[in-house]
């Protein structure tokens, strides 16, 4: 698996792309019993490790959204669409890094409760900024890069890249665009 894929409105996956390596994530509590979130067993091994330290943090964070199949962000994207709600958030088929079953976007649970509202995880956030890079995750898209990744900031969406690629682009404070100058 190339951890250091680019996935974006410039890099599209075609429709047929899925991963070889996928497995069921089992959040802790059991969040979401009907949908079936996958991740690349490698990913899923590094995100359970992150779990674990941010719970003994005081941070009972989730895997809330994973691999998301070419089909099934086109059916996301045909509802918000027609929905008229904000569409700059989600990427269209083929340009989601969900298709390749390294990223995780983050929910988690507070006092015992299912929390995915980002303006209720301010602390979770901050905290995996801080410490998702020591797993090989980075915040995918950052505040003030949207002219280089495509996308607004989005707290909750965090990337595998392995933890040296992760730590540079955090010492660094540059995007993955950067990181393998592909900017523009």
Request: hydrophobic share 40%; proline share 3%.
């Given at each position: 698996?190339?951890?250091?894929?680019?996935?974006?409105?410039?890099?599209?996956?075609?429709?047929?792309?899925?991963?070889?390596?996928?497995?069921?994530?089992?959040?802790?509590?059991?969040?979401?019993?009907?949908?079936?979130?996958?991740?690349d067993k490698v990913v899923y091994k590094k995100f359970l490790e992150m779990v674990k330290v941010a719970y003994n943090d005081g941070y009972d964070i989730i895997c809330d959204s994973a691999y998301r199949s070419y089909d099934y962000q086109e059916k996301l994207y045909k509802e918000l669409l027609k929905s008229k709600k904000d569409i700059s958030y989600l990427a269209k088929p083929g340009e989601s890094e969900h298709q390749t079953g390294l990223c995780v976007d983050i929910a988690a649970y507070q006092k015992g409760r299912y929390v995915d509202d980002p303006r209720k995880?301010?602390?979770?956030?901050?905290?995996?900024?801080?410490?998702?890079?020591?797993?090989?995750?980075i915040l995918r898209y950052p505040k003030g890069k949207r002219h280089i990744t495509g996308y607004p900031y989005e707290p909750w969406h965090f990337?595998?890249?392995?933890?040296?690629?992760?730590?540079?682009?955090?010492?660094?404070?540059i995007t993955l665009e950067e990181y393998l100058g592909k900017v523009g």
């Open positions: 698996m190339n951890y250091l894929m680019l996935v974006n409105k410039n890099n599209r996956l075609n429709k047929d792309y899925v991963p070889d390596n996928l497995t069921v994530v089992k959040n802790r509590k059991g969040d979401k019993p009907n949908l079936i979130l996958l991740l995880l301010e602390k979770e956030y901050k905290w995996l900024f801080n410490n998702s890079f020591k797993f090989g995750f990337r595998y890249v392995g933890v040296l690629a992760a730590t540079r682009i955090m010492n660094e404070g």
